[in-house]
Every structure is written in structure tokens, then in C-alpha cells.
């Protein structure tokens, strides 16, 4: 059971950071523009975002084993129409069902261990998969770049077809573990109030992708009427996928708030900076993969820690620390763009943001967790989560009009993040990455801010 969940989590991750590497790649393979490529990106984190609560409430309806398993099945049938993708628009529609399958796959795989494990036991179980998806984490990005350097811009369809063996061992190893796997007939499903946010997140991305041409505006507007029937239907329906009675705590308002800002930046700088410095910086893949070492090792070896300094000191001051720490660190990296130096500049301020984000990751889970009673623990969880997914899907969309904008203010004669070597090209590409660089600077500084006021004061478990 553990290892199935370790594979599943390990699909997911690997996914992300796998796509952030390879995009020049796959840009050069398929003659892809800044769009399409923010679309192959967003492809797998708009139902992601969407879909998420959805598929912990399937699992709960009929069976997590059965809805663990579909969902790697699908996300596997989507990897491999990835690999052979023959265009970039075929290539954003299996990125578009593999985040179906991870929707429904991701919410298990912590679950499953809950299910499996005496309460006794239920820690280190917990603790050996936050390693290991770490450790995955961490090696993914750095076999993605070692492939792509010594192979060529093909090989990141290699990657997605390494996805298949992984997930079928994990299929294989949750069927022979699962017994009594028959779910609850009475679970409701909010099938409703799925395809409004699907819908609304759609309309929102496409618009905010749309912004730099000038085409984002009337679907910005309709994606925001969307949200707000989704707030409304949320509060009307029996069987809602995101429980609005929770928003009532300001503590939990408040850390959702906080990673939104956080995460957000975050997600924009990791998609960004690679692309700037593998097509701009002539840094090869390999190299590049190494900046995505430091923040999973500090959180890794340190997120323990803070979570126990959470404990003692209350996780509003630890994270507004840590979020202080992040926005120096992308505004370094914004405002030495133009230096180039990739090992003695941009590695330490990489660092630098580890080292913030290890006193983020555990006292924001303690914030939303501690913020609401017991019963409620598991809803707190998965709208956390969704909110991280949410705000990498905006962040992506947004910050590539900014990037765009950027570069050409800059006199940039192609495109942002489209190979080349002419000094104004990489000149304005270090224009548009500052840009980028130093919004979500400012954002995770609004989330310290933010962290500060909302959850200053240690927070009481079941209040």
C-alpha cells in the first residue's frame, strides 16, 4: 500500500518539474509558442485544480482503491499519448486528460496510508511517503535534464513513457492490497459544482493567457461570473465539494490566502527560470535541473522542524519568516537576471528560497488543520490543496502576459523563452523574467504580511 502511494505521488511530481525542464525542448521539437506552451502546462492543472475535491469525494463514494487505480490508468493512457504527440495541440489535449487522471489519483494516495495503517503507526508510514516523494521529487527534474542534454530535445517523450512501467507496478501492487474497497452509496457527488469551477478555471486561465494580445478580457469576466455562481451554488447544495462554513475562521482564511500568494509565486518562478536560462542563458538541461535541488532538499530536511516550532511558537510567525525570506530571494533572482551567472548568483538565491519555503510547507499545514475541528480536517486539507493547485494554474497563465510584455518592452525582436542567441533576444528575456520575478516578489511578501496578522497566535486544535 505504501509503495503504491509512493508511485502515485511520485507520477505526479515528477510531472511537474518534468514539463518546467523540458519546455524549451519541447518548444524547439514541436515549433510551440509562449501560449501553447503555458497551455501545455495549465492542460494538466486546470482539471487538476478543478477536479481535485471532486475525485477525494469519488474515492469516498466508490472506493478508494477502485478510484486510486482508474486514475492512474487514465493519467498512464495520457502519458503515452503525450510521448507521441504529434503537435502541440495534441500534446495539450493529453496534458488535459492526464490532470483528469491525477484529479483522481492524488487525493488517494495520503489517504490509502490513513486507511492502511493503525493510528499508532499512521506517522512514520506518513512520514517514509513525504520522504520518498521528496526524494522523487528531487531526482525527477535531474534525470529529466541529464536525458535532454546527453539525448537531444526528443528525449522528453522518453520521459512521459517512462511514466508507464512506474504506474503499472502501482496499479499492481494497490489491487493485491485493497480488500473491502466498496465505498459509501450514500456520498454524494457535486457533480455540479464540478463543472462550474472547471468551467470558471478554464475561462479565467484562457483569459489571463490571453491578456498580452489583447483577447483576455471577455473571457476574464465570464470566468469571474462562473466563480461567483460556483461560491453560490457551494453555499445551496447538500453535498458541496468545497465546505464555505470553513472560510469562517480567520485563521483558515488567512493560510489559504497566504499559499495562494506564496504558491503562486512560486509556481510562476519554477516555470520561468528554466525556460530563461536553458533558451536564453545557453545553460544546459542538465545544469538547469540542479536549481530544483535545493528547495526539495531544505524542505525535506527541515519541514520536521518547523512544524515542531509551529507547535511552540504558532505558525503565523514562522510563516510570515519564511515567506519574507522566499520574496528576498525572487527579487534576487529578478534583479541579477541580467549577470547571467547561473552557479555563483542564481544557485544561492535557489537556495535562499528553499530555505524560506522549509518554514512555509509544515506550519501552513498546521495552520489550516489546527484552524478547524477535528471532523472538518480532512475538507480543510483537500481546499488547501486545491488552493496550491488553483494558484500555480493563475500563475502561469497571468505571468506569461507579464513575461511577454516584459520582453518586448525590452526591444525583444522573437518571443519569450524561444531559443536564440542574439544579445537583444537574451537581453529582453532577462527583462521579461525580472518582470516576473519581481510581481511574485511582491506577492510573497503580501503573503508574509498577510501570515502575520491572520495567524499570529498559536492555534488551538479543534477551536
Known sequence: MLAASILASALGFIDGSLVAIAMPAMRTSLDATLVQAQWINNAYMLPLSALILAGGALGDRFGLGRVFSAGIAVFLVASLLSAIAPSPDALIAA????????AAMIPGSLSLIYRAYPREARGRAIGIWAGASA???????????????????GAWRWLF???????????????GAVENDHGNSAKGIDVVGALLASAALGLLAFGLTGLSNGQGTVPLLIGGLGLLLFVWWEHRTTDPMMSLSLFASRTFSAANVATFCLYFGLSAVLFFLPMTVIAGWGVTEAQAS???????????????????????????????LGAAVTAIAFAGLGLT??????WDVTMPLMALMGAGMCFVVAPLSAAVMGAVPDQSAGAASGINNAVTRISGLVAVAAMGAVAAIGYSAAGGIDSFGAPGTGEAHVNAMNAGFRAVALVTAGLSGISALVAWVGISKPVQIGS
Open 95 to 102: 496534458r488535459a486528460l492526464k490532470g483528469v487522471g491525477a
Open 135 to 153: 526524494l522523487t521529487t528531487a531526482l525527477g527534474p535531474v534525470v529529466a535534464g541529464a536525458a535532454l542534454t546527453l539525448i537531444g530535445p
Open 161 to 175: 513513457a517512462l511514466n508507464l512501467p512506474l504506474g503499472i507496478l502501482a496499479i499492481w501492487l494497490i489491487l
Open 290 to 320: 540542479v536549481a530544483f535541488i535545493p528547495l526539495t532538499v531544505f524542505i525535506a530536511l527541515f519541514s520536521a522542524r518547523a512544524g515542531r516550532m509551529a507547535d511552540t511558537y504558532g505558525p503565523g510567525p514562522l510563516i510570515a
Open 337 to 342: 537576471a541580467h549577470l547571467q551567472r547561473f
